[in-house]
């Protein structure tokens, strides 16, 4: 198994809209092994495929405090949104930013398994905000997204220090 690195924010990659898969085959499982190393490893709780410069439907996701209930989605697609809810997101791709975004508070999701085994799952709570959270990777959003504008350019701006920073650095 392999460690990948994770896209940065404003990274243009991130922006690509993910492609469907068409066939889940050993390259495809082998993928996903990879994604779950570096979900654990970032620590993370969830992990999109556009994230690792992958253009492709699959998420990684596991929520659990153990680290061992890993859910893997492929061809993820929301088929019903109930309610409203209020919960602080970080994300992998914008290091040391937590911030609150609304979003649906339950979700009905429907994907196929790793066996290619159509799938739906209801999921609410923090499950329902990483499923939504990750379906917007693949559809090259980032939270930061769903910001006001002025958050949205305290951000950008952090990042852009940042990577003057590492450029006078190297
Ligand atoms: O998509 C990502 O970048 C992963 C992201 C998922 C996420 C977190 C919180 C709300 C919505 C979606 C993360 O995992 S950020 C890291 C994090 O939240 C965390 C890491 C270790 C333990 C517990 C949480
Ligand atoms: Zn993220």
Do not use: W
Request: positive net charge.
């Amino acid at each position: 198994m392999a460690l990948f690195s994770i896209l940065r924010f404003p990274d243009p990659r991130l922006r690509k809209i993910a492609a469907p898969v068409a066939q889940i085959d050993a390259s495809v499982r082998a993928l996903v092994a990879d994604m779950a190393e570096t979900m654990y490893a970032a620590p993370g709780i969830g992990l999109a495929a556009t994230q690792v410069d992958v253009h492709q439907q699959i998420v990684v996701i596991d929520i659990s405090e153990e680290r061992n209930q890993l859910r893997v989605f492929v061809n993820p697609r929301i088929t019903r949104r109930d309610g409203l809810q209020t919960h602080e997101e970080g994300c992998l791709s914008v290091p040391d930013i937590y911030e609150k975004v609304e979003r649906a508070a339950a979700v009905r999701v429907e994907y196929l398994d790793l066996g290619g085994k159509p799938q739906t799952l209801d999921a609410d709570g923090l499950l329902a905000v990483c499923i939504q959270h990750e379906i917007d990777h693949l559809q090259g959003k980032v939270f930061v997204d769903h910001l006001s504008q002025l958050k949205q350019a305290r951000i950008r701006d952090k990042f852009a220090k940042r990577a003057r920073k590492n450029a006078a650095k190297n």
